[in-house]
């Protein structure tokens, strides 16, 4: 790095210290900047790669289990339809796997959407939680039995012990004066 002066006076005996200390900031500051891009970088691919995973496992679990599981609902409801009249307890066994194999496809069905569900990659995250809240039963019991909304006005905590009224001024004004004095 070269400095000049444009005024005949001489630069001050620490110039040099202070330009080499100056220039190794720099040079951190720009391999920071570069360190920063290629954690980015590494993070994305690193969630495309998940991603693709997800949609693997999916496709797998659709093209795969899935299809055979329809293909066994289709044939208990085939034999059952092939029962005779008067074979009761075959048809109440028929009935039975027929209910089983449906319930292991709703879950499986469940299974491969809660792995990569639709909502999330149509919607965004607020959209899938807001759904998978919907049909949680914990949400159902608790909206009965939770005050209405609007005993609590926005921004007011509802949970813990009540604060005193302007009991955030004080962090307030703290946080301006200690803004304030670094200046």
């Given at each position: ?101 449906e319930r292991a496809m709703t879950a499986l069905r ?54 005193r009224p302007g009991a955030e001024r004080p962090a ?12």
């Amino acid at each position: 790095m070269l400095a000049a002066s444009l005024t005949v006076k001489h630069l001050p005996s620490d110039a040099e210290a202070r330009i080499a200390e100056f220039s190794e900031l720099i040079a951190t500051a720009i391999s920071n900047v570069e360190a920063h891009a290629d954690l980015a970088a590494s993070r994305a691919r690193l969630v495309a790669a998940g991603d693709d995973e997800r949609r693997r496992v999916v496709r797998d679990l659709h093209d795969g289990a899935q299809q055979r599981l329809v293909h066994t609902v289709i044939m208990l409801k085939l034999a059952r339809r092939a029962l005779p009249p008067g074979t009761e307890p075959t048809s109440g066994l028929m009935s039975e796997a027929l209910d089983h194999a449906e319930r292991a496809m709703t879950a499986l069905r469940e299974l491969a959407h809660g792995i990569m569900p639709a909502v999330l990659t149509g919607g965004g995250l607020h959209a899938a939680v807001t759904t998978l809240s919907s049909r949680s039963p914990a949400r159902r019991a608790t909206a009965r039995s939770s005050p209405p909304r609007s005993r609590f006005p926005a921004g007011r905590r509802t949970t813990g012990p009540p604060r005193r009224p302007g009991a955030e001024r004080p962090a307030r004004l703290s946080r301006l004066r200690s803004a304030a004095s670094r200046r």
